[in-house]
């Protein structure tokens, strides 16, 4: 069960940043769409473990084993690298001497890489669409990361509970803490990308 809650542990880490920011800036996520994030992502994260677990049945599994600590590793580098974007392109967009807009990268890849963006009507306050819209653009790593854990052994309902209840109590948490700061100039995904490298040397050696 240390995999399935470690796996938790690494999506909810950016959940609650995500939440730290919105909070931080003024905008309120709605317990109703706090349900919905936290909802959509462990139904993906569950699904991408259950399809990494069907293949695990039809692959040697040795080479199961291999995909899944090299995906991994690889998500965890992601990760851990997207974390240094985020903070340059925070620093640039909050500049007041000059403002980046990530709209003309596609809406999907502006919420990935700030999720601010997905205030589209810039009303301050999440709406269920555009909570789904946050959630499935945050959990595109979460099917590389699910994949990556289903081939090493995780369960997906196991993760799914643990993904469910942890991400909504780091929505509420990170929300509250965003109201309470001043600013926030710093991103600590990378935590998450530590956690994934973490998990990939653990199943390595047992």
Request: aromatic share 8%; with cysteine.
């Amino acid at each position: 069960m240390l995999m399935e809650f470690l796996l938790a542990v690494a999506v909810s880490v950016d959940i609650f940043l995500t939440a730290l920011s919105y909070g931080n800036s003024g905008i309120e996520i709605p317990r109703l769409c706090g349900l919905v994030i936290s909802l959509a992502g462990a139904v993906i994260l569950g699904v991408s473990l259950a399809l990494s677990e069907l293949l695990s049945t039809v692959l040697p599994l040795g080479l199961c084993e291999r995909l899944g600590m090299i995906i991994l590793i690889a998500m965890g580098v992601i990760t851990i690298f997207k974390s240094f974007i985020r903070m340059v392109i925070r620093k640039i967009t909050d500049s007041n001497e000059k403002a980046l807009h990530l709209r003309g990268f596609g809406l999907g890849v502006s919420i990935y890489l700030d999720e601010r963006y997905a205030d589209i009507d810039g009303s301050d306050s999440l709406s269920v669409s555009e909570a789904l819209l946050l959630a499935l653009a945050s959990s595109l790593d979460s099917v590389a990361t699910g994949m990556g854990c289903g081939f090493v052994g995780a369960s997906p309902f196991i993760t799914s509970i643990f993904a469910f209840v942890m991400g909504f109590t780091a929505i509420c948490a990170g929300s509250y803490t965003g109201r309470k700061i001043a600013s926030l100039s710093r991103d600590f995904s990378w935590i998450g990308g530590i956690i994934l490298i973490f998990c990939a040397v653990t199943a390595m050696l047992l």
